[in-house]
Structure formats: structure tokens, C-alpha cells
């Protein structure tokens, strides 16, 4: 079973990636993206897919156009775990 993250670890999340915000009522946190165009937007998404489904752990997300909202938490763990600070880090990554 997957861990949730404990408080000081969650903070320590946040601290490490400022760029994304917590969402206390899920525990998750989350990042709006915004790209040049729907192209770029989707060519991005296509990228966080390929790396999500080889971790074998998966965002929630939307896109709008040149916007891609995502939202992590471990479903497994009813919130933050380490799972998630390994995709944030991956998503970051591709910048």
C-alpha cells in the first residue's frame, strides 16, 4: 500500500515545487500550464502520458485550447504521496 504523505513531508512537497498549489480538500496538489496553442498544449499532455503510464500512476487533468490543468493525488493513499512528488518532479522536467 501506497503511503500518504505525513505533514512535514506534504509541506516539504510544496516547498519543492512552488508552481503548484495545494488542494487541502483532496489532498492534491495542482498546476495550470498554459502553452502557445492547442498543439503545444496536447503535445505536452502527450508527453506527461507516456511518462505517467510508465509510473504506472496517473493525473487528473483538463485542456481548454492552449491550457492544461492537472491535478495529482494517490488515490491509493486517500491523498499526497511520494508517487506524486515523482510525477510533479517528471512534469516539471519537461519545461
Given at each position: 500500500?501506497?503511503?500518504?504523505?505525513?505533514?512535514?513531508?506534504?509541506?516539504?512537497?510544496?516547498?519543492?515545487f512552488p508552481a503548484w498549489t495545494h488542494e487541502p480538500t483532496r489532498d492534491?496538489?495542482?498546476?495550470?500550464?498554459?502553452?502557445?496553442?492547442?498543439?503545444?498544449?496536447?503535445?505536452?499532455?502527450?508527453?506527461?502520458?507516456?511518462?505517467?503510464?510508465?509510473?504506472?500512476?496517473?493525473?487528473?487533468?483538463?485542456?481548454?485550447?492552449?491550457?492544461?490543468?492537472?491535478?495529482?493525488?494517490?488515490?491509493?493513499?486517500?491523498?499526497?504521496?511520494?508517487?506524486?512528488?515523482?510525477?510533479?518532479?517528471?512534469?516539471?522536467?519537461?519545461?
Open positions: 500500500m501506497v503511503q500518504k504523505l505525513d505533514d512535514d513531508a506534504r509541506t516539504a512537497l510544496l516547498v519543492r492534491a496538489i495542482t498546476r495550470r500550464f498554459e502553452f502557445d496553442d492547442f498543439a503545444k498544449a496536447f503535445g505536452f499532455m502527450t508527453s506527461v502520458a507516456i511518462i505517467a503510464e510508465k509510473m504506472d500512476h496517473h493525473p487528473e487533468w483538463s485542456n481548454v485550447y492552449n491550457r492544461v490543468d492537472i491535478l495529482l493525488t494517490t488515490h491509493d493513499a486517500d491523498g499526497l504521496s511520494e508517487r506524486d512528488a515523482k510525477l510533479a518532479e517528471a512534469i516539471e522536467r519537461l519545461l
